[in-house]
């Protein structure tokens, strides 16, 4: 039965490459549920899929199969002009502040073009543009003075704050973060922190947050799930994954976190061993080369996320429900 809060699940998502060697799975057989005004954030190394599942969810990439099911309708199955239409409701925030803006536009420019490509505003409609441009500067901490300045004359933090008002500006739903303080210094990335958690608080968004702080993500999330090579290893929310981590590879990943501590002795899970390959994906689990617990039938048997307690998910043979 549909929880009536569900507002985006995803259901045997795909997205695959073709490559010289083959085909390379970047998102391989990805389900799950967002619950409006709720956040869930991605975990995973570099190249596991977390951006490729945020951009195929949003149709930036075009998904191989499977379903991404958006207040009850399969936005796969949109033609191009409902899919723009769409585009109002979902919104990202890219990684990198200093690629993800025109730098021949100004600030006003960059936050006002969602409007006029919507059709929310006539390019005419000068007087009603810029009202909205500085209500939005306003609203994320963008000084006015700002309106004709370009993206070359300011620091991350305020390049940042425009990719956030450029995505808010059209007033969405569901907003996928990918990475979106990666780029940024340790203080500047609270302060932006900080305000998505207030504007969430405030206009009622749900996000999609992709990160690689782990620390960041659990003060975040309504719940987590990890990947490994385009892959759902685990499931949960913050207080259990980080409580109790079920799966080799969030051990490992847990055990990394930085404590601050000189005189605190961490035992760090150490990875040895080499990633599988990620083309002409092989059955079997996909750690298991790097997997110090691995037996004969993870090498041979495919595993799919199976509940162990009330609402953590995990996949591997050797955790028993």
Known sequence: MKNKNEILCINHLKKYFSTPKGILHAVDDVSFVINSN???????ESGCGKSTLGRSILRLNEPTSGEVIFKGENILQYNKEKMKKMRSKMQIIFQDPYASLNPRMTVSQAISAPLTIQGVYKSSEKEKIEKKVSEMMDLV??????????????????????????????????????????????????????????????????????????????????NIVVMYLGQLVEKATPSQLFKNPLHPYTKALLSAI??????????????????????????GCRFTKRCVYAQPECENKDVSLKEIEPGHFVACHLVKG
């Open 141 to 222: 901490g963008l000084a006015s003075r700002l309106k004709n300045t370009y993206p070359h004359e300011l620091d991350g933090g305020r390049r940042q704050r425009i990719g956030v008002a450029r995505a808010l500006v059209l007033n969405p739903e569901f907003i996928v973060c990918d990475e979106p303080v990666s780029a940024l210094d340790v203080s500047i990335q609270a302060q932006v922190l900080n305000l998505m958690q207030d504007l969430q608080e405030q206009f009622g968004f749900t996000y999609l947050f992709i990160t690689h702080n782990l620390s960041v993500v659990k003060h975040l999330s309504d």
């Open 38 to 44: 709720e956040t869930l954030g991605v975990v995973g």
């Open 258 to 283: 930085p404590v601050p501590d000189p005189d605190l002795k961490m035992d760090r899970v150490k990875l040895k061993g080499e990633l599988k390959s990620p083309i002409n994906v092989k059955p």
